[in-house]
């Protein structure tokens, strides 16, 4: 018994560990904009301090010009991008497509991620998922964590906030859900939906989660926060 209490500890402290490390030796692109009513420039600021706290080199900007430089991006360990709706031309999507095929991690949440460059396939099929609806708005819902190493040691929890009715790739690896009742819409009643997935493009990782309408959810709610924290430094690996 003492001995089995002994490995439970030391696999919980190497466990904690892989999400305190010093991240001094990678580099973080963080690109925002796009609609206002998201609040990118806020989520962007709140990612930034986190990374800074870390230890990170971390540039942030709002032009998606930053993708056209394929040598920049390459050099990057994790683009996260809080940029909803907006347009990529085909250069700039083939840069990061390339960077992201090439092994560079990129991640974000709500429509900072799954709403961007609506048009845009390629993008689509990279990130693993669109937005198409939130029915009703803003509503309060469960939140459900799924068992993966991101979601060990979080609880499920209630939010208010929109609920993400999304098409996705059956490729994706949903490590939170949630379930749709049939108060807005008969038909969707019972249906489960992504919460948060993760998955690969070639070489490359991405992380997604859909809260985050307001920036200020991740701050109200830290599983939320330690559940988006944890996929930065998983799809940077």
Known sequence: MKKNTIC??????????S?????SDKNI???????????????ADYVEKWFLEKGANVSK???LKVYRDLDKLKNQNLIVQSVTMMHLDSLETSHLTKAVASGVGIAGAHGGLVDSYRTNTDYQFMIGGQWVSHPGGK???KVNMLEDDLTRGLNDFEIFTEQYYMHYDPNIKIIA???????????IDGVE???AWKKRFDNGKIFFISIGHDPEEFMQE????????????????
Request: hydrophobic content about 45%.
């Open 29 to 43: 692109l963080i690109v925002y904009g796009g609609y206002e009513p998201h609040k990118p420039e806020k989520f």
């Open 8 to 17: 439970i500890l030391l696999f919980t402290l190497l466990f904690n560990f």
């Open 177 to 187: 859900s949630t379930t749709f009742n049939g108060e807005i819409y008969k038909w």
């Open 193 to 195: 939906m992504p919460i």
């Open 19 to 23: 999400y305190c490390q010093d991240l």
């Open 61 to 63: 900007t709002s032009d």
């Open 222 to 237: 830290e599983n939320a926060w330690r559940l988006l924290t944890r996929g930065f430094l998983w799809a940077m690996q």
């Open 139 to 141: 509503v309060k819902f």
